[in-house]
């Protein structure tokens, strides 16, 4: 009788732990930002960063022309860089081309990944900037435009 009380609590315990999940990406990320900002043309909202000393995940965010519903161009790109130690890095880029596209509202597409190198690992207390750039061809000229839209700056006391 004994034996057998041992053996369904064996594997009731074994059962349960089987069932725990243990999986790296069940486990939430070291840190959390949600960005947004705007350049005279241009603004981002709800870029996410996130980021542990494994993972990384970046972007769901949505890239709008402002106070405009419709300008046409063969061009458009997006380059999302981070700042550290003085350093870029670019994490995300994007761009679209071809005839007489409507070039006013984006989604952002997500990036995610496991982190091979140490030199990868991005912690936030050494984040200085994040900013966008942002390059579209001028309809009618068909020239290039550039813009900055700044997502974050570190404040020079700000010990996050």
């Given at each position: 009788?004994?034996?057998?009380?041992?053996?369904?609590?064996?594997?009731?315990?074994?059962?349960?732990?089987?069932?725990?999940?243990?999986?790296?990406?069940?486990?939430?990320?070291?840190?959390?930002?949600?960005?947004?900002?705007?350049s005279?043309?241009?603004?981002?909202?709800?870029?996410?960063?996130?980021?542990?000393?494994?993972?990384?995940?970046?972007?769901?965010?949505?890239?709008?022309?402002?106070?405009?519903?419709?300008?046409?161009?063969?061009?458009?790109?997006?380059?999302?860089?981070?700042?550290?130690?003085?350093?870029?890095?670019?994490?995300?880029?994007?761009?679209?081309?071809?005839?007489?596209?409507?070039?006013?509202?984006?989604?952002?597409?997500?990036?995610?990944?496991?982190k091979?190198?140490?030199?990868?690992?991005i912690?936030?207390?050494?984040?200085?900037?994040?900013?966008?750039?942002?390059?579209?061809?001028?309809?009618?000229?068909?020239?290039?435009?550039?813009?900055?839209?700044?997502?974050?700056?570190?404040?020079?006391?700000?010990?996050?």
């Amino acid at each position: 009788m004994k034996s057998n009380q041992s053996l369904y609590l064996f594997m009731l315990i074994f059962l349960l732990v089987g069932c725990s999940d243990s999986r790296e990406d069940a486990q939430p990320y070291q840190f959390h930002l949600v960005l947004s900002g705007e350049s005279e043309h241009w603004e981002i909202e709800g870029y996410e960063l996130q980021y542990d000393e494994k993972r990384y995940k970046s972007g769901n965010g949505k890239l709008a022309m402002k106070n405009i519903e419709e300008y046409v161009s063969d061009y458009l790109s997006m380059r999302i860089q981070v700042v550290t130690h003085g350093k870029d890095k670019r994490i995300q880029s994007y761009s679209v081309s071809g005839s007489d596209m409507n070039i006013v509202n984006h989604q952002i597409g997500t990036i995610e990944g496991i982190k091979m190198d140490s030199d990868e690992v991005i912690k936030k207390e050494d984040i200085d900037q994040i900013y966008a750039t942002i390059i579209w061809r001028e309809s009618q000229e068909k020239k290039d435009l550039k813009e900055r839209i700044l997502l974050y700056e570190r404040e020079a006391d700000s010990f996050d």
